[in-house]
């Protein structure tokens, strides 16, 4: 079972946002040619830095149940199984008005058997930007609530460590109306994310409860 629960957790997670590991030179010692001067870099934007979250975003009217409908990534997990993506549903819930976190239920499958993934989203000063803790700082996942209406989609940006996915909800699988996909697609261009990296995911058979040996509590962290 522990084995099942990290491989769920690990796919999850990887639909969340791209994980990246810098690469290791390896091989023994050689001689290397004196290293010439650089020009100074320009400095660092990251992606979601230049992803201002929609104006005045009230989280209160974020809460409730999202029905992930596509996401656009370059993740190697969903380029290698975007085909195979399983109906997921996010549901956020605050304790209460001031309640500076938003706890987080992400429903899906795996194996044809439900799952539950518990988080929490840190709000931070900036009103709809949050932070998804890792087990260390350079670990965080940042998220920008990108667009909304509260009632009918919402588009939601994740970066964690220079790598970004975007993902759009929908509160209902029933009216998926054009001109909301369309603006997503426009958003996920804006990060160089085209048709080829969009994964539309499954509008049936959503998970309802899941019994609690197969809940994944990542709270405070994974």
């Not at 934007?45 to 990534?73: E, F, K």
Request: proline share 7%.
């Amino acid at each position: 079972m522990a084995g099942v629960r990290r491989c769920v957790l690990a796919a999850v997670l990887l639909l969340a946002v791209c994980l990246w590991v810098p690469s290791e030179a390896v091989g023994g010692a050689k001689s290397r040619p004196k290293p010439q001067k650089r020009p100074p870099k320009n400095p660092k934007v990251d992606p979601v830095d230049s992803t201002p979250p929609a104006q005045n975003v009230d989280i209160q009217q974020m809460t409730g149940v999202w029905y992930l409908l596509n996401t656009a990534s370059k993740c190697s997990y969903l380029i290698n199984h975007g085909t195979s993506v399983e109906p997921t549903v996010m549901t956020l819930t605050r304790s209460s008005a001031s309640a500076q976190t938003l706890s987080v239920s992400t429903k899906t499958r795996h194996n044809h058997q439900c799952w539950e993934i518990l988080q929490v989203y840190h709000l931070t000063s900036t009103p709809g930007k949050l932070i998804l803790k890792g087990a260390r700082p350079e670990l965080n996942t940042d998220i920008v609530v990108g667009e909304t209406d509260y009632t009918s989609y919402a588009v939601l940006f994740y970066q964690k460590q220079d790598k970004i996915t975007v993902k759009l909800y929908s509160r209902s699988v029933d009216n998926l109306s054009e001109p909301m996909l369309a603006k997503f697609e426009q958003l996920a261009e804006k990060h160089s994310l085209g048709l080829a990296y969009l994964f539309p995911f499954p509008t049936y058979s959503h998970c309802g409860h899941v019994d609690k040996d197969h809940i994944i509590n990542c709270v405070p962290t994974c």
